[in-house]
């Protein structure tokens, strides 16, 4: 005579849970990347050593030897250096750096793909010359592949703490 075997689990199951479940838990992970993003490395795009790594265009006058070269005292590096005090990328006045600080994520989960989107109300990074090669929105949205290990650890560790506050019982009978 063969009984019975209940087996109780708790906890979110993947095949037992279901996709709203699911699909919560990885918008709720990727408006935690964002604001992760936002806090750590947001603000290493206003670095000259972040313009290097993120492999912005140089400006112009940027490869020239200050003061040395011919023509660098009408550049916009120098005239920046001169105005503003400074060389900081996507930064002029000051305003860009300041105002990137506002910030909401947006994020999205469905079957086939997630994402998330941090919004920043940064109107002057879209600015751009018609004649000119720089996209400072574009520079902006850049991520090392450094930071992309980084993100994806935080993402996996995220996931898995949302994860495990997923309330579900399954009993199965065999």
Known sequence: MMGQITIRAQGF??????QRHLNSAVRSTWEHVGRFWH????????TEAGAREYGYIARKGERMVQSRAKGWAGTYVA??????????????????????????E????????????????????NRKHPKSQINMAEEMRRISPAEDAVLTREHEDALLRRLDTVQSTVTIVI
């Open 79 to 104: 005239r920046k250096k001169r105005e503003k005090g400074h060389n900081l990328p996507l930064v002029w006045s000051g305003d860009t750096r300041e105002l990137s600080r506002q910030h909401r």
């Open 106 to 125: 947006k994020a999205a989960a469905t079957r086939k793909r997630s994402y998330v989107k941090v919004i920043m109300p940064v109107r002057g990074l």
């Open 13 to 18: 199951m993947p095949g037992f849970g279901t």
């Open 39 to 46: 806090r750590m490395f947001r603000p290493k795009h206003f």
